[in-house]
């Protein structure tokens, strides 16, 4: 079965937290029988382009705009067969679009508190609701 993954988080994350938290959780999946849905903005969802690089092909970059705001390096890379899909007017429209087409979601936060809840948290909280599957 192939696995629809969402991978989202926070932009402020440091590289030993995401190798723990993402790359770590992917080592035990078969990448070739996945699909990924990431974002344009620092983090999670660069660091995430990063690692699939050279490891994936069935990549989607979904972003706001005409054209993302970064974008893994194509040369001699998997990304060049990388999707765009760009053009939504929010980053609310780009997540819930994601979220609406993903099986399975990858995501941490650890920004929210009692007085603010992140949006990363939200998206986890939607996909919960939709009876997506967190790995």
Known sequence: MMRKIYVFGNGNISWDSF???YIETLENFDISDCEF????????DTLMMEF??????????VHLNAKPRYF?????????N?????????????DSYAISECTHFLAVDFNSDNKRKSGTQKNIEKCFSLGKIRI
Not at 37 to 44: A, V
Not at 52 to 61: C, E, H, R
Not at 72 to 80: D, E, I, L, Q
């Open 19 to 21: 190798n723990r938290i």
């Open 37 to 44: 849905l990431i974002g344009d903005y620092t983090g999670t």
């Open 52 to 61: 699939l690089k050279d490891k994936a092909s069935k990549v989607t970059i």
């Open 72 to 80: 893994a390096n194509t040369f001699n890379t998997k990304a060049k």
């Open 82 to 94: 990388w999707k765009r899909m760009g053009g939504f007017k929010s980053d609310e429209e780009r």
